[in-house]
């Protein structure tokens, strides 16, 4: 049920994404942006659709879905530059700057982070005026200096800096991967008009288990099925959960997230079987 409902919804949102750069002249800019979208796993829309389906507003959330999954989009083409990352192979293809070039690449998570806040902000759809700027606001502060980008900062200092604690990557990792995952699981209730509580305390505990799964992948993951260069923290010398908690101690702390983030959905009932199947799914998965 979950699988497929995933690939439907990362569908859902690959599709609203083509559809609003129709307008973009035939460019290899257009072609970039088109190929950089492709290919996720989609679970950062999907978020979006369940809990706006949880809240009887399923039907009002696509923007929304594609506009997470452009900002997220965003963030991986300019995490792979030679400046950040410097990642040669992504969603198991060769990364947007090796592709095309590195302009090219700036350009396309430029574009991408402008399209995510211009699809959460178009009018019509059935989403009320209020809610889409509180989508709008909460997305900025999710994607920025409060959120994903100071998570980002924080992960390049760490690079020379001392080697962080427990507490420091949990600060840094729920900035860089959480921060979006949460407004992810709250825009459903932010487009109903609804008590963003329970999605939220789900989503802070989907988030820090998502990237305790992905340091594990890191360390015993397989490029070809991670679709990305594994190994790299640790030849990096990189604090991680890993590092800092053993493989099987990860493990454990992840699975403390997972019931955490299923605990949290109490007020639902099996409304949300759903969304706790997409927990168990996040530190089962292979890439």
Known sequence: MFANQLALDATTAQRLIEIALTPVPDLPLHDAILYAAKGGKGLRAFLVLEGARLHDVGDRAGHAAAAIEAMHTYSLVHDDLPVMDDDDLR????TVHRKWDEATAILVGDA???LAFELVCAPGGGVVDAARAELALTLARAAGAQGMVLGQALDIAAET??????YQITRLQAGKTGALITWAC???PRIAQADIGPLQTYGDALGLAFQ???DILDETGDAAAVGKAVGKDAAAGKATFVSLLGLEGAQRRAQ???DSACDAL???GSRADTLKDAARFVIARDK
């Open 186 to 188: 709250c825009a459903g």
């Open 256 to 258: 403390d997230m997972v």
């Open 161 to 166: 800096g001392p080697p962080l604690d427990l």
């Open 212 to 214: 305790i799964a992905d």
């Open 266 to 268: 109490g007020p639902y």
């Open 112 to 114: 991408l982070h402008s």
């Open 91 to 94: 969603r198991g293809q060769p």
